[in-house]
């Protein structure tokens, strides 16, 4: 109630912002949750996408080499047939020459274009072996653009189901989480961030628990944790950063191993003086 009753969060007692925080850092930490519960879906999702992307383009261009590999060889085999053409034509001039020079003009002829022939059918023997590999390795793309599709599909139809059982409580989560940020001063709810984006955990305020960090579990001077049991003033990790509060104010009860090593010591002296009688 004392929250709703002040207008500026920078107003607000040190113990209050570091509750607020807290909470914060709570709903957060469940939206994580949500999120690894998620996995790596939409990652693999995502790199499902750009694999099909990039064999669609390795699949168009190949296409168009397939293409200019057909266009090559129907111009070779044009230019066979206009050396055919000449060959004959050289031929039948060859019976009705009037010298030995053109006689052997002719023959010089008909050896090029025979020539011509021989290269040209080489060529297209190449370009039919080169369309026939593009074939088999588009038969191949093929191949993988189907199975890539089928498995961003049932991905997707993974991830659809996880985001529909978790978007509404997500969503709520979220809405808490933006009105508990308005009861934050802005410049700490950027450090925060700053704090939780820079940590693998996510977690930007932790509690001391057994005299160390909760986040990094680097020990603390008792000094500090004098310090952030006051609650006076806004208590940073040295090791890690993170900003640090007590149990008390998280809400987690103090752990019992320092109350049961007494207990332990009582029991060895009973069983010492029994063990004396």
Do not use: W
């Not at 709520?172 to 700053?194: C, M, N, V, Y």
Request: hydrophobic share 30%.
């Amino acid at each position: 109630m004392a929250l709703k009753k002040r207008e500026n969060p920078a107003d607000l007692a040190v113990e209050d912002k570091l509750k607020n925080l807290y909470q914060l850092q709570q709903l957060l930490s469940e939206i994580d949750n949500i999120r690894i519960l998620r996995g790596e879906l939409p990652l693999e999702v995502e790199d499902l996408e750009d694999d099909i992307e990039g064999l669609k383009i390795r699949i168009e261009k190949n296409e168009e080499e397939i293409d200019s590999l057909r266009s090559k060889i129907n111009e070779l085999k044009t230019k066979i047939d206009l050396a055919q053409e000449k060959l004959r034509g050289y031929k039948e001039h060859l019976d009705n020459v009037a010298n030995n020079r053109e006689y052997d003009l002719l023959n010089k002829e008909i050896e090029f274009q025979n020539l011509e022939i021989e290269l040209c059918q080489k060529r297209i023997r190449e370009a039919q072996n080169q369309e026939k590999n593009r074939e088999e390795q588009h038969a191949r793309n093929m191949e993988v653009l189907e199975e890539r599709t089928q498995d961003l599909e049932v991905k997707k139809n993974e991830l659809d189901e996880i985001v529909a059982e978790t978007k509404a409580e997500e969503e709520k989560l979220r809405d808490k989480a933006k009105s508990i940020e308005l009861t934050i001063e802005p410049r700490l709810l950027q450090g925060f961030k700053r704090i939780r984006k820079n940590s693998r955990n996510g977690l930007g305020i932790v509690y001391v628990q057994r005299d160390a960090c909760g986040g990094c579990f680097a020990k603390i001077p008792p000094q500090r944790q004098l310090d952030v049991r006051m609650r006076k003033k806004i208590i940073f990790c040295e090791y890690c950063g993170r900003i640090l509060i007590d149990p008390e104010l998280a809400g987690v009860k103090p752990d019992g191993s320092k109350d049961e090593e007494p207990k332990k010591k009582r029991g060895f002296r009973r069983k010492k003086a029994a063990a004396e009688d």
